[in-house]
C-alpha cells in the first residue's frame, strides 16, 4: 500500500517541474519519461511533457533566461491562437514561466522583453493569483510607463482590480481595453463574468469569432455591464489618430469601420463631443448605419 502511495515515479515528476523551472526542457523530458515507465498513470504527465516538447523549439537563440522566459511565453500564446497548444497547455506553462522570472527579478518596476516582445511583472503576479501583488506591480505600470501600455495591460489591470472587488478601477481599466482593441484582450487571464458570457453570447451568434470581438465594446455598453465615465479624455488623442489613419470610411475594412465606431460611441457617452473637429454621431451613421440605429434606440429607451 505504501509503495502505491509513495512511488518514486512521483519523486521524478518532482524533478522534472524543478528543471522545467530552471528551462531546463530537455532534462526535465527525461525525467518525466522516467515518471512514466515508473507510474503511467501518474497525473498531468504528458501534459508536462507536451510543454517541454514545444519549449525546446522556442526561445533557444536568446542567451538571457528572461528572455527565453519571455520569448517562449509569447509562443505560447501563438500556438493558442493556431491551435497548437490547448488553454491548459498555455496556463501550466505559463505559471512556470512566471515563477521563473520572478526568482529572476530584482525590482517591482521591472518589465520583461524579449527583442519587441514585453511582459509586465504584474503579469506574472496575475497568471499566479498573487492578487494584491499584481495589482500593484500593474498599476505601476500603467501609470509610470503611460508610452509603453497596451491595451492587453489594461486588461490585465483590470483583471487583478476585479479579483479585489475594486470595481471602478476595473470598470475603467476594462473600458480602457475594450475600446483601444477589444481582440487583445487575454480570455486565459480575464475575469469579468458579465462581460465573458456577452463575448460568448456573441460569438455564438457570430460565425467570425473577429467580428464577435468587434462587436464586444457595443454588446457590453448597451447591457450596461461597463459604465463610460463622463469628461473622461483618455480616449480623444486616440480618436484622432485613428481617424486621420483610416481616411475615408468608403475604403474601411469592417473591423477598422467597427473600432471607429466604437472610439465614436465612447466620444458621445463621455460627453466630449466639443473637444473634436468632427460630429461623431455623423460619424457613426457613416460607418454603421444599422448599429447606429441601434444605439439610438438604446439612447432613447433609457430616457
Not at 526561445?59 to 488553454?87: C, I, M, Y
Not at 487575454?186 to 457570430?206: G, P, W
Not at 469628461?231 to 473591423?255: A, C, D, I, M, Y
Request: aromatic share 8%.
Amino acid at each position: 500500500m505504501q509503495a502505491q502511495l509513495f512511488s518514486p515515479a512521483i519523486d521524478y515528476k518532482e524533478q522534472a517541474l524543478q528543471q522545467m523551472l530552471a528551462l531546463e526542457w530537455s532534462d526535465a523530458f527525461e525525467s518525466l519519461k522516467i515518471a512514466y515507465d515508473l507510474d503511467p498513470y501518474l497525473a498531468d504527465l504528458a501534459l508536462l511533457a507536451r510543454l517541454c516538447e514545444f519549449a525546446q523549439q522556442e526561445g533557444e537563440r536568446f542567451k538571457s533566461s528572461k528572455q527565453k522566459a519571455v520569448a517562449l511565453w509569447h509562443a505560447a500564446d501563438e500556438a493558442l491562437l493556431q491551435k497548437q497548444l490547448n488553454e491548459a497547455e498555455v496556463t501550466n506553462l505559463r505559471r512556470i514561466l512566471a515563477r521563473h522570472l520572478l526568482m529572476k527579478s530584482a525590482s517591482p518596476d521591472e518589465v520583461f522583453a524579449a527583442q519587441e516582445k514585453t511582459l509586465p511583472r504584474g503579469v506574472c503576479h496575475l497568471v499566479l493569483e498573487n492578487w494584491q501583488a499584481a495589482h500593484s506591480d500593474l498599476l505601476n505600470w500603467v501609470t509610470r510607463h503611460a508610452e509603453a501600455v497596451t491595451p492587453r495591460d489594461w486588461s490585465y489591470l483590470g483583471d487583478a482590480a476585479t479579483a479585489l472587488k475594486l470595481w471602478n478601477e476595473a470598470n475603467l481599466a476594462y473600458v480602457r481595453a475594450l475600446f483601444l482593441d477589444p481582440h487583445a484582450i487575454d480570455l486565459l487571464t480575464f475575469k469579468h463574468a458579465h462581460l465573458t458570457i456577452a463575448l460568448q453570447r456573441l460569438e455564438m451568434r457570430h460565425e467570425d469569432q473577429a467580428l464577435a470581438r468587434a462587436l464586444w465594446p457595443f454588446d457590453a455598453w448597451r447591457r450596461q455591464i461597463i459604465q463610460i465615465p463622463l469628461g473622461n479624455t483618455f480616449l480623444l488623442p486616440v480618436v484622432q489618430r485613428q481617424r486621420s489613419l483610416l481616411g475615408s470610411e468608403l475604403l474601411l475594412e469592417r473591423k477598422q469601420t467597427l473600432q471607429q465606431f466604437m472610439l465614436c460611441l465612447y466620444i458621445d457617452q463621455a460627453k466630449l463631443q466639443e473637444r473634436i473637429s468632427f460630429n461623431v454621431r455623423e460619424e457613426m451613421m457613416g460607418l454603421e448605419p444599422d448599429l447606429f440605429r441601434q444605439y439610438l434606440a438604446e439612447i432613447e429607451a433609457r430616457r
